[in-house]
């Protein structure tokens, strides 16, 4: 509860900060759209090629489109904005204002500021939602949606961990840009992991986890998983949570202040 009062506290300072400059909120919109558009704009030129990718259909596809912009909005406006400059912060040993601090120093490395703004594309990405399963003509269960929910809540946590994960590796190597490698690898997130070859589709499932990102939440809403699967989510986001904390420590442990 102590963190959910810090996260809503940071939320609303940055909320106000933000809206002190309204034409960013314009220009944030403008982008959420294009975004928006482009990805439809893809997803309409490849299926004029075909009637199905990897088993998903157009209809599919949109909804998956628009679970990846839901969990990608969350993820740039709590964490993005954080990890961005966690290396630099290692590098010139200025990371000593969040270690003084008498809380979590990996929850104040990686959640103590928010960009609100971007919440924008959360809001897109449930139209999409909503478009896709308009063109599907369905209308999902309530164990589909129960589903969606508790898997797009792992897929934020994993996406959360597997960040936190790349920023901790800068304690051994500060000078290498690891969140740009991340940023890359997010982009596989965007399609069905089933149109990844092997091996590539196991490591996008199991040890860098970006099936969770938009892949499962939308097979669970679809109705075409397994039931069992937000028990693996558990599972797998509860692991990339204690690795996480375990690498985080252990990089404290070879950390030196500017102060030393």
């Known amino acids: 509860m102590r963190y959910l009062k810090l996260l809503g506290a940071s939320f609303s300072l940055s909320l106000r900060q933000e ?9 944030q919109v403008l982008m959420t759209i294009m ?3 482009s990805g439809l704009a893809v997803l309409g030129a490849v299926y004029a090629q075909t009637q199905t990718l990897a088993g998903w259909n157009l209809g599919e596809s949109v909804v998956l489109l628009g679970t990846f912009q839901v969990i990608g909005g969350i993820f740039q ?3 993005t904005p954080n990890l961005n400059w966690f290396a630099g912060k290692v590098k010139d040993g200025t990371l000593d ?6 809380i979590s120093s990996l929850y104040m490395a990686s959640l103590g500021k928010c960009a609100p703004l971007v919440l924008t594309q959360v809001a897109t990405g449930l139209l999409v939602v909503l478009l896709g399963l308009r063109e599907l003509g369905i209308l999902p269960t309530l164990w589909g949606l129960l589903s969606w929910l508790i898997l797009a809540a792992m897929g934020v946590i994993v996406a959360w961990a597997t960040r936190a994960l790349f920023s901790s590796l800068a304690f051994w190597a500060p000078s290498v840009e690891l969140g740009v490698f991340y940023d890359a690898l997010w982009q596989f997130g965007r399609y069905p992991v089933t149109i990844y070859p092997q091996p590539l589709r196991f490591l996008l499932t199991y040890v860098l986890p970006f099936a969770f990102i938009a892949t499962f939440p939308t097979s669970a809403l679809l109705d075409r998983t397994d039931p069992r699967l937000p028990i693996l989510g558990l599972v797998i986001s509860a692991f990339a949570l ?3 904390h375990l690498v985080w420590h252990a990089g404290l442990r070879r950390y030196t202040s500017a102060t030393s």
């Open 35 to 37: 975004s928006i558009v």
């Open 19 to 27: 809206m002190a400059f309204r034409t960013n909120l314009f220009f």
């Open 77 to 79: 406006t709590f964490i």
């Open 97 to 102: 204002s969040i270690l003084m601090q008498p």
């Open 242 to 244: 204690t690795l996480a």
